[in-house]
């Protein structure tokens, strides 16, 4: 008996702030056909994420919930279609959701019938499958089938949009617009993924593309700054205090330079920001004075409008009028996607639009996934 075996239910992306994970799960509901002469599982697609600082938690999680499934031959070999899989709101998956104690023996994976494991395989991306690629080995008997990062994430937007309805939307004024889309003009677009960093792909297909441009102020640097400036201690907390917030109590606008009015003459209304935190020059205060919400609003609307303006230089330079937004960093959040959206459509005069994506955070884990079918 062959001692090789792939986990087929379970990709992931371990990233430099989050480990992202897609699983298929059939708790529940599953059922088993035979299509076209291949057997197709019937479950859901489900999606969780850890701290790659707590990467204990995700190893317990996936001992106790995940990989003990494989071992039992119940979900050895589901095949990901569009029919069979359907794809859940994303799960917020916290350390709390693992019951410790219950996640089996640390000594290697044994298969039904009783038979070592030595080799598993499990789809991995992201900078974390190099670096902790022994740890798996060690803790889980895991080995990493490695995918590049960039190759997975294009192919998990190409598989979202080609395939679940309702995936994209625009955000604008407060107005949550779902897009449709046609998948004989789905090309090209540019894909700007904001995580910990951002990277900006041209995509002209399957398989197709290239990383044009990228930026270091991303989504690492919004909570690296942001703890250094409001002691906040996670990227939720930091969130909500950014909600409660006004930008204007830091930033510079172009009113408070011109005395309150516009400069019409080239386009800039009195509210547009002149200066980022360029209030804090001038007005005697130190960061203390300052209330911690202000800042944060200062610095979402700050990282969020460099990358939008970017996105769009960018989209300019190679003639693309679809910008699709992913990346953990946006989280759904309005505030976030309205300055983004702000920013592409004033830079562009109308001629762009900014897209977000309702998987968004899951991008690299599911394109990993869905190459179990290559
Ligand atoms: P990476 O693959 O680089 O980890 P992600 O797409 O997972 O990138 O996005 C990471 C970013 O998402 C963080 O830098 C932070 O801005 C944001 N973020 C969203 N939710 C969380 C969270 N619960 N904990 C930490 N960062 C979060």
């Not at 640390?106 to 789809?123: C, F, I, M, R, T």
């Not at 995509?203 to 400036?229: A, C, Q, W």
């Not at 980022?276 to 007005?283: C, H, P, R, W």
Request: net charge negative; glycine share 12%; charged share 25%.
């Amino acid at each position: 008996m062959d001692s090789t075996q792939k986990i087929s239910h379970l990709a992931l992306d371990i990233g430099g702030t989050l480990i992202k994970l897609v699983y298929f799960s059939a708790n529940g509901d599953y059922s088993e056909e035979s299509r076209n002469g291949c057997s197709v599982v019937h479950g859901k697609l489900c999606f969780a994420k850890f701290e790659t600082r707590k990467i204990d938690d995700c190893l317990e999680f996936i001992r106790f919930n995940i990989l003990h499934h494989s071992v039992n031959g119940f979900l050895q070999h589901p095949i990901l279609d569009s029919k069979s899989a359907e794809v859940v709101t994303q799960t917020e998956t916290t350390s709390a959701d693992v019951e410790p104690g219950m996640g089996g023996n640390d000594s290697g994976v044994q298969h039904p019938n009783g038979e070592a494991l030595d080799k598993l395989y499990v789809k991995a991306t992201g900078g974390g499958a190099f670096k902790f690629a022994d740890l798996f080995k060690e803790k889980l008997g895991i080995l990493f089938d490695k995918e590049d990062e960039m190759h997975s994430l294009v192919g998990g937007v190409n598989f979202l949009l080609k395939t679940v309805p309702r995936e994209a939307f625009t955000y604008l004024d407060g107005q949550k617009e779902f897009v449709k889309i046609d998948h004989n003009d789905l090309y090209p677009y540019l894909l700007v993924n904001i995580g910990s960093g951002v990277s900006m792909i041209k995509v002209d297909g399957d398989g197709k593309y290239e990383r044009i441009s990228g930026t270091s102020l991303g989504g690492g640097t919004f909570l690296g700054l942001g703890k250094l400036l409001t002691k906040c201690k996670s990227f939720d907390e930091l969130l909500e205090l950014s909600h409660h917030g006004n930008n204007r109590v830091i930033d510079m606008l172009v009113g408070d330079i011109y005395g309150g009015t516009d400069y019409s003459k080239i386009g800039l209304s009195s509210t547009a920001i002149a200066s980022s935190f360029g209030k804090a020059i001038s007005d005697g205060k130190e960061l203390e004075d300052y209330q911690p919400e202000d800042v944060a609003r200062s610095l979402l609307r700050m990282i969020s409008n460099n990358i939008g303006q970017i996105a769009y230089l960018n989209a300019l330079r190679f003639g693309l009028k679809r910008i699709f937004f992913g990346g953990f960093f946006i989280r759904g959040l309005e505030y976030t996607m309205d300055t983004i959206s702000v920013a592409v459509h004033f830079w562009s005069r109308g001629e762009a639009k900014a897209m977000f994506l309702r998987h968004e955070g899951f991008l690299g884990a599911l394109g990993a996934f869905t190459s179990y079918n290559n």
